[in-house]
């Protein structure tokens, strides 16, 4: 099988351009939060992680990060250097708004 990305098993092709991700989320399921790392240790937060759950270390508002993720591209993280401020774009979970596997603490989800 000759060619690109494009081409074979498992292929996926997509239109030419820019892919905007969740373009069809609104204010309201929108939220920017400054993120420090006050540890000393570099710290991650991969793209699905409900953000109140992640590591103590990283100082933020986690009651207005409740029922929040990264607003970053599945599969991937945001990591932060010790010491470290940044500020980041966040957006609501959907669905059952339920991850299972991950730190949230109870069966009713996150909200």
Known sequence: MAGGRDSGPGAIR????TVQLNADR???ERIELT??????????IGSHLHLPD????LDF???AAHGFRLDIPSGTSRRFE????RTV????LRGAR???GLQIKDDGGVL
Do not use: H, M
């Open 14 to 17: 997509t239109a030419p351009g």
């Open 61 to 63: 508002d986690r009651a």
């Open 26 to 28: 609104g204010p309201d």
């Open 82 to 85: 010790p010491g470290a401020s």
């Open 89 to 92: 774009a966040a957006v609501a």
């Open 54 to 57: 992640a590591n103590t270390a």
């Open 98 to 100: 339920r991850v299972p």
């Open 35 to 44: 993120i420090v790392n006050t540890g000393d240790r570099p710290v991650q």
